[in-house]
């Protein structure tokens, strides 16, 4: 599995908490010209021109990520990538990030260290600025608390409820990836367990690994949609599910929607995934969370603007509220949608 | 002991993580007008006409608080305190809050509603917006992270950098309060441990325990400043103990300071818990975290301004940096002050 062989352990308990934050925080750059004080006193000061847009994450071991597979760097990529996701999702240009982490003392500093690396190279290639937070112990486990803050001009924010009738329903990328890159890192998991000498071949699955452990939120789409002259009327991103996601905007925008199971955009390597797993890769399309794509609405007049763009797919249309949520099977059917995705209180 | 005797228990898993948030969040009510979204989309969305003042806390379980103890409302409110605390100290005024949530399944609905009526109860008190946060399942135990967001215009945000040669230093209300009633809050649960039928007699200690679990930040005394027309050189808010908030003042302010010993305000009920507990009262002024008060410094042509000031106690006055940190005491010997601040990841 993937393991950080690293055998340079500093323990954090003679760093101290303060220690750790001034050895943690010492080559932070800010580079966004709206970041009047960073990380070093009470709080960070921003100065915004437009409107200030706001979202939190928080991610926890054993419920949204396994030591065991994750490698921190990766980890700390991700976590800030979860919040990325929805700034862009409201149209939101990202300037800073703050990060709270809560770890046990078993982590030596390096551990730490490899963690920021992830949030400190995510803030160098998204151009977001790690403007503060907080470093404290936990009694088990390790957490993520990251707030993402952007910014927009009040009349270019994209809510999730401006979804009307007819309106084209559109997805980016691939989905399914990422959940299916879960279930080879749980499979090799076991297979570790049960034979530690056993070396997991996973090449051919490096574009699901990929997509589970080190997404990248889709800073391309907001900045493609301009250059197609498209202004969506709605959007939100793909954190727990299409299904999932789809509800929101429908219940956020009060329409109905009909989705298209031959629409769906689903990678080669998913689908062989699935077959191998022996699953239905229509529900792994509608239920597997963490694709952090972008899902969006546009009116049926822009439709020549994306048709043909390999980055986008139409995947259904909105239709009026009465008419419910449905997927249209490839054999015609209509299926009632409902939420399948991640709730992590689930046992 | 503190002990929420409400039989009734609602599983958390039933509701799932969706059908929480949506009945956590039903009575959220937003009144600033600098919110233009809160709660329900992928961000929340700010327009504030001066700077953004951001500032963010973890509360871990077991680390910061013991629930056999702490009520789940007092320390919903503790939480948002700690935050707000943090904006009074750059001279900002509190205008939003995020709460992220993760907690175990073994907390009923009505547990959680609790904490979160502690969190309501606090916005409406000091008219802060709840806009958006995160509720996760955790492996064990209860974590808050909160991040504040307020406004200030630039040129009145006071920093932890500005304090100069012969500057004043001034203290807001009185310390080491917070941490006697922890003292006393350990010590009963000791007895109760011993003995569950025995009944604590915490009459004496009101004040102390009052300090420890319902703290107030110090929303009065930048107005109270305002009013006597004081604008500080620098401030800090009292967190993590009087000599650790001291030594980042000054590192930040570059300057060395002297503080008086008989000028520390104490709280009657203080002494009197220190002499009970055999404790230097000084040390836990020095060293005794949670006060929440402010710590400023201003300019010596103020102080006809603050000097009869009930709410403000001058403590002592900067020095140049060479001269170091000191706390003179009453028979006149000048100790050296370190850093004795709690820190979150000693055993």
Redesign the interface.
């Known amino acids: 599995m993937i393991e950080d062989k690293n055998p340079q352990r500093t323990s954090?308990?003679n760093?101290?908490?303060?220690g750790?934050i001034d050895h943690i925080t010492q080559n932070v750059e800010l580079n966004q010209d709206s970041t009047?004080?960073g990380i070093?006193?009470?709080?960070?000061?921003?100065?915004?021109t437009a409107?200030?847009?706001?979202?939190?994450?928080?991610l926890?071991?054993?419920?949204?990520f396994d030591l065991s597979y994750v490698p921190l760097k990766h980890l700390g990529y991700k976590a800030v990538m979860v919040n990325l996701s929805?700034?862009y999702?409201?149209n939101?240009v990202p300037t800073?990030i703050?990060v709270?982490?809560?770890m046990s003392?078993r982590f030596p500093v390096e551990a730490v260290e490899e963690l920021y690396n992830g949030i400190k190279l995510a803030c160098k290639i998204y151009n977001v600025d790690l403007?503060?937070?907080?470093t404290?112990?936990?009694?088990?486990?390790l957490?993520i608390?990251i707030?993402?803050?952007?910014e927009q001009k009040?009349d270019d924010?994209i809510?999730?409820?401006g979804a009307g009738d007819n309106d084209l329903l559109v997805v980016s990328g691939d989905i399914g990836a990422a959940y299916m890159g879960l279930q080879i890192l749980e499979r090799e998991k076991a297979v570790y367990k049960a034979n530690p000498n056993n070396q997991p071949d996973v090449e051919a699955y490096s574009y699901l690994l990929e997509r589970q452990l080190k997404p990248e939120a889709r800073k391309d789409i907001p900045k493609l949609l301009k250059e197609l002259d498209v202004k969506p009327t709605s959007?939100?991103?793909l954190s727990d599910g299409l299904s999932s996601e789809v509800i929101h905007l429908c219940k956020?925008s009060n329409v109905g929607m009909k989705l298209y199971e031959e629409k769906l955009p689903l990678d080669p390597t998913v689908i062989a995934a699935c077959e191998e797993f022996n699953l239905d890769s229509t529900t792994i399309a509608l239920s597997g969370g963490e694709d952090y794509e972008l899902l969006f609405t546009v009116k049926q007049e822009d439709f020549p603007k994306i048709k043909a763009n390999p980055s986008l797919s139409i995947i259904g249309h909105a239709v009026p509220n009465g008419e419910g949520i449905h997927l249209i099977t490839r054999s015609g059917e209509q299926i009632p949608i409902k939420?399948m995705g991640?709730?992590?209180?689930?046992?």
Chains 1, 2 share one sequence.
């Open positions: 954090i308990e760093l101290g908490e303060f750790l009047l004080k070093g006193d009470d709080a960070a000061v921003i100065n915004h409107s200030t847009v706001v979202t939190t994450d928080m926890v071991e054993g419920i949204h929805d700034l999702a409201m939101a800073q703050t709270s982490i809560a003392n403007i503060g937070g907080d404290t112990a936990s009694q088990s486990g957490i608390s707030t993402a803050i952007g009040e924010i809510y999730r409820s959007m939100i991103d956020n939420a991640w709730n992590s209180f689930q046992e």
